[in-house]
């Protein structure tokens, strides 16, 4: 089932923070989160996995709450470049085939 | 290290006709996914090869589409016929070993 994240979408002056939510009904193994720009590609961003190793970008943290099944990107002094869709994809137990279910994104807006 | 590759890159076709979109993953990596992104949605995963091999296609409507990884490196994604419905990103995305999905440019595809 598809993860569901809030909010749906933010919009922040250049510096302010934000926190995005992804939340799944299922027990995860991993959740990866990913940004998009309009007419361009996912971006990889940050991978959490069961058991609290995390890799990543550096101006990025994330929490992931295995008891909760959810998931939280932090966005801390956030600059013009952040805008786009923010996506998390959930992976539901390991299988050794690696299978993301995608959110259904936030749009974050960064203004001047 | 070069990225995911992806022809080409915008589609218009006209209802009925066939299209076929081709993907050439990173160097190393023996999993390949084919997703469909439809505006304002996460990316949906149609299916996914582990070496030349389909590990899952649960999601993919075989009565239309199809796809093929000959010799465990690119592969190629066709439609036959198109529907309306059909209009979406293509995006490729192949797997490193141990870490997280990366995307290639995606096939902006119309359809008519």
């Known amino acids: 089932q598809q993860p569901v994240q809030s909010p749906q979408a933010v919009i922040l002056r250049e510096g302010e923070d934000a926190v995005i939510n992804c939340s799944s009904s299922?027990?995860?193994?991993?959740v990866h989160w990913y940004r998009q720009k309009h007419g361009e590609a996912p971006v990889f961003l940050m991978i959490l996995l069961k058991g609290g190793e995390q890799k990543g970008h550096e101006k990025i943290s994330a929490s992931f709450n295995e008891k909760k099944q959810q998931s939280s990107l932090y966005l801390t002094a956030s600059q013009l470049s952040y805008s786009g869709t923010y996506f998390c994809?959930?992976?539901?137990?390991?299988?050794?085939?690696?299978?993301?279910?995608f959110g259904t994104g936030t749009r974050l807006l960064v203004s001047p | 290290e070069a990225g995911v590759a992806q022809s080409p890159r915008y589609k218009i076709i006209e209802k009925r006709q066939s299209v076929a979109f081709w993907c050439n993953p990173i160097?190393?990596?023996?999993?390949l996914y084919w997703y469909q992104q439809i505006l304002g949605q996460g990316p949906k995963l149609l299916i996914q090869?582990?070496?030349?091999?389909?590990?899952?296609d649960s999601q993919l409507p075989k009565d239309r589409f199809s796809a093929e990884r000959l010799k465990g490196v690119d592969s190629t994604l066709k439609i036959q016929p198109a529907k309306l419905e059909d209009s979406a990103v293509y995006l490729c995305a192949s797997r490193d070993p141990g870490e997280t999905q990366y995307f290639g440019p995606g096939t902006r595809l119309l359809v008519l």
């Open positions: 299922k027990a995860l193994y991993s």
């Open positions: 160097s190393g990596h023996a999993t």
């Open positions: 994809g959930t992976e539901v137990g390991y299988t050794g085939f690696q299978k993301l279910v």
């Open positions: 090869f582990q070496n030349n091999g389909v590990v899952d």
